[in-house]
């Protein structure tokens, strides 16, 4: 079993930036992906960004050049760095493991861009 927390939300202007981060409560070394996604009301969750066991990484076209993920291994967390905050990205963001057993979810962290 692995528990996803999510920190970092909250209230930024538009062209701002947050950070999010997501711990784990176990070691995400072997992990294959850890993943972000967003999820605004009436809408599907989706993608943002992944990153491999290897460091490759994978990017929504809506946030390439603006959002980068990173993951650090010995202290079993994956980050989210978001720049030039649109209102667009206004959404709850989620953590997700992706394990050779089975996939597991955060409970998420709420990112409002508003003037």
């Known amino acids: 079993q692995v528990q996803l927390v999510e920190s970092g939300g909250g209230l930024v202007q538009p062209g701002g930036s947050l950070r999010l981060s997501c711990a784990a409560s176990?070691?995400?070394?072997?992990?294959?992906?850890m993943e972000w996604y967003r999820q605004t009301p009436g809408k599907e969750r989706e993608l943002v960004a992944s990153?491999?066991?290897?460091?490759?990484?994978n990017y929504a076209d809506s946030v390439k050049g603006r959002f980068t993920i990173s993951r650090d291994n010995a202290k079993s967390t994956v980050a989210l760095q978001m720049n030039s905050l649109k209102p667009e990205d206004t959404a709850v963001y989620y953590c997700?493991?992706?394990?050779?057993?089975?996939?597991?979810w955060g409970q998420g962290t709420q990112v409002t861009v508003s003037s």
């Open positions: 990153i491999t066991s290897g460091g490759s990484t």
């Open positions: 997700k493991a992706v394990t050779f057993v089975r996939d597991y």
């Open positions: 176990r070691s995400i070394f072997s992990f294959n992906r």
